[in-house]
């Protein structure tokens, strides 16, 4: 297996073995991160009436979210 050799920041570096698994080794951690789905496999694979359900949940749990962050930060300015 031919290798290369790369230099990055420390700071890049400290992101990279964050995401590195136990027994993962860097050359994995990056064609791991870096293995792009393509997402239009996907078109089409929900009906309507499920999409829209699924839409309203994500939609609810923004909103929830945003809430939360709120009162959060009200809480916290008081």
Same mark, same amino acid.
Do not use: H, P
């Given at each position: !297996? %031919? /290798?290369?050799?790369?230099?990055? /920041?420390?700071? &890049?570096?400290? @992101?990279? &073995? $964050?995401?590195? !698994?136990? +027994?993962?080794?860097?050359? #994995?951690?990056?064609? +791991? =991160? /870096?293995?792009?789905?393509?997402?239009?496999?996907?078109?089409?694979?929900? $009906? *309507? *009436?499920?999409?829209?359900? !699924?839409?309203? %949940?994500? #939609? %609810? $749990? @923004?909103? %929830?979210?945003?809430?939360?962050? @709120?009162? =959060? !930060?009200?809480?916290? #300015? #008081?």
């Amino acid at each position: !297996m %031919a /290798t290369k050799t790369i230099s990055i /920041t420390v700071d &890049a570096y400290k @992101r990279l &073995a $964050s995401s590195k !698994m136990e +027994r993962e080794s860097f050359s #994995q951690v990056i064609c +791991r =991160l /870096t293995n792009k789905t393509d997402l239009t496999k996907f078109a089409g694979i929900l $009906s *309507k *009436k499920t999409a829209a359900t !699924m839409e309203k %949940a994500v #939609q %609810a $749990s @923004r909103a %929830a979210g945003l809430a939360r962050s @709120r009162a =959060l !930060m009200e809480g916290l #300015q #008081q």
